[in-house]
């Protein structure tokens, strides 16, 4: 599956973060400047990454830290040759919240006030400017509709959809087969336009 042209982490095949990488790496001890330009690009939507695959608003912070934590420590090990820094990032962020996910069984919530849920344009359905103008806002609705949704569909819909993984990388991270994958994917975009369109409609 390729990803879509002009999209959040479409650099036209080339690494905007190599000279921060290479400063960071470079770095004496305890020297964080170069490293904390570098997260500073990301953070905010490692943050919000973390806040809709665990649905633990709360938690989101601290586990976006962790992430930012485990990228430090590995930075001289990564040598981006076969991919970008922010790709890698976001598989360090999301092996870290499906350890935290099976650790969590059980729990199930999000936050749906936080404004970071609209930048994932991907998982919006076209809706009329009349619908628009309803008391609830768009972010608060894909907020509620996320967290309606069971975590065996909602986790593949946001790694391919959120996250910009291929298929194969879904079914890698999850330890899926590409059919079942690809089933849950699918079956994960209509659930969530059918009960986007019901909701929309329910406060309409």
Same mark, same amino acid.
């Given at each position: 599956?390729?990803?879509? =042209?002009?999209? =959040? ?6 690494? =905007?973060?190599?000279? @921060? @990488?290479?400063? /960071? !790496?470079? /770095? ?6 170069? $490293? ?21 608003? &709360? ?8 992430? @930012? ?8 090990? $990564?040598?981006?040759?076969? %991919?970008? $820094? ?8 999301? +092996? ?11 729990? %199930? ?8 849920? &609209? ?24 907020? !509620? ?34 059919? +079942? ?7 994960? !975009?209509?659930? $969530? ?12």
């Amino acid at each position: 599956m390729s990803h879509p =042209p002009n999209g =959040p982490f479409d650099f036209s095949g080339a690494d =905007p973060d190599q000279e @921060l @990488l290479r400063e /960071a !790496r470079q /770095a004496p001890e305890g020297d964080l400047r170069a $490293f904390e330009q570098l997260v500073l690009r990301y953070q905010r939507r490692v943050v919000a990454n973390c806040r809709y695959i665990t649905r633990e608003p &709360n938690n989101a912070e601290d586990l976006a830290q962790e992430v @930012l934590v485990k990228a430090y420590f590995g930075l001289h090990g $990564f040598e981006g040759k076969s %991919s970008s $820094f922010v790709d890698w990032l976001q598989r360090i962020k999301i +092996a870290h919240c499906l350890r935290h996910v099976k650790k969590q069984v059980g729990r %199930s919530y999000v936050g749906i006030e936080e404004a970071d849920v &609209n930048e994932f344009d991907q998982l919006k359905v076209r809706v009329t400017a009349e619908t628009m103008a309803e008391q609830i806002s768009d972010h608060q609705l894909i907020g !509620r509709v996320l967290d309606s949704i069971p975590s065996t569909l909602r986790i593949p819909l946001l790694l391919c959809d959120m996250d910009e993984l291929s298929y194969e990388e879904v079914a890698r991270f999850l330890g899926l087969s590409l059919s +079942a994958t690809k089933m849950r994917i699918k079956r994960g !975009r209509e659930v $969530f336009r059918e009960r986007y369109q019901k909701m929309r409609t329910a406060v309409a």
